[in-house]
C-alpha cells in the first residue's frame, strides 16, 4: 500500500521562474492539502483540495495556486519565484477532509537561488 | 484563529532520561489533537492522537493526554533511546470555515545522547 509520494524530491530555481511540484495521496484518501515547512519552523498549510476544487486556502499569495485530478493527485504552482519561497513543500492526504490524521509525503525541497 | 505552542528546544537528554515536552493550544470548539515526528530528511509521521477530552493517546512509549481544562497535550516518555532523536510537532484539527485544517507548533528538536 503505497503513502504519499512527491515529486521531485529536490529542485533548484532561480528568482522569477515558476515551479510545479507534484503529489499522489495514500491510497483510498481523496482529501490533499500542501504545507511550506521553512527551516526550523512547523508546516504553515497552503491550501487544501477535496473533489477537485479548492476547499480552504491559508494565508498565501496567489502566486500559489493548485489543482486536483480526478484520480485525487494534485500539483501545488509557484509563480514569480522568490527567495522566501526557498522551502520544504509538503502533502498531506486524508478521507474527505475530516478530522481524521494526514498523512504525510517525504516533500519535495525547493531552492531558489 | 486556532494556534499551537510548544516549548523551545532543542530538548537534550541522555538515553533513559525522562521526557517531557510541553504543548498548549487554543481553539475554537472541539478539536482533535495529535503529536507528529520528523526525522531529518523525512516528511511527518504520526505518533499519537486524542479526539476529545481526558483521552489518551499512546504509541511507541509515549503518551499523551488531552487536557480540556488546561487546554494542554503535554507529550512524555518515561524512557528515551537515542533512536527517538527527531523534531516532535504538536498540532489540532479543528473546523475552519466548513472544513477541517491542521495547525502545527513549530516544533521541538529532541537530541538523545547514549
Known amino acids: 500500500d503505497a503513502g504519499v509520494t512527491q515529486s521531485p524530491t529536490h529542485l533548484i530555481k532561480t528568482r522569477g521562474q515558476q515551479v510545479t511540484l507534484r503529489c499522489s495521496p495514500k491510497?483510498?484518501?481523496?482529501?490533499v492539502s500542501w504545507y511550506q515547512q521553512a527551516l526550523g519552523q512547523g508546516p504553515q498549510f497552503i491550501f487544501q483540495?477535496?473533489?477537485?476544487?479548492?476547499?480552504q486556502r491559508g494565508n498565501f499569495p496567489d502566486r500559489f495556486s493548485g489543482h486536483q485530478f480526478p484520480n485525487y493527485s494534485s500539483e501545488l504552482n509557484v509563480n514569480a519565484l522568490l527567495l522566501g519561497d526557498s522551502a520544504l513543500y509538503l502533502c498531506?492526504?486524508?478521507?474527505?477532509?475530516?478530522?481524521?490524521?494526514?498523512?504525510f509525503g517525504d516533500g519535495t525541497r525547493l531552492s531558489i537561488l | 484563529g486556532n494556534s499551537v505552542t510548544q516549548m523551545e528546544g532543542p530538548v537534550t537528554l541522555s538515553e533513559e532520561a525522562f521526557l517531557t515536552i510541553n504543548c498548549t493550544y487554543t481553539a475554537t470548539g472541539y478539536p482533535s489533537l495529535f503529536w507528529y515526528v520528523q526525522y531529518p530528511g523525512e516528511g511527518l509521521q504520526l505518533l499519537l492522537k486524542?479526539?476529545?477530552?481526558?483521552d489518551k493517546g499512546s504509541n511507541k512509549g509515549f503518551e499523551a493526554t488531552y487536557r480540556k481544562e488546561t487546554t494542554s497535550f503535554h507529550l512524555e516518555k518515561g524512557s528515551v533511546q537515542v533512536s527517538d532523536s527527531a523534531v516532535y510537532f504538536c498540532?489540532?484539527?479543528?473546523?475552519?470555515?466548513?472544513?477541517?485544517?491542521?495547525?502545527f507548533g513549530r516544533g521541538t528538536s529532541l537530541i538523545v545522547h547514549p
Open positions: 498540532a489540532l484539527s479543528g473546523l475552519s470555515g466548513g472544513s477541517y485544517i491542521p495547525t
Open positions: 483540495y477535496y473533489e477537485e476544487e479548492e476547499r
Open positions: 498531506a492526504s486524508n478521507m474527505g477532509g475530516s478530522n481524521q490524521p494526514q498523512h
Open positions: 486524542a479526539t476529545k477530552a481526558d
Open positions: 491510497s483510498g484518501h481523496d482529501t
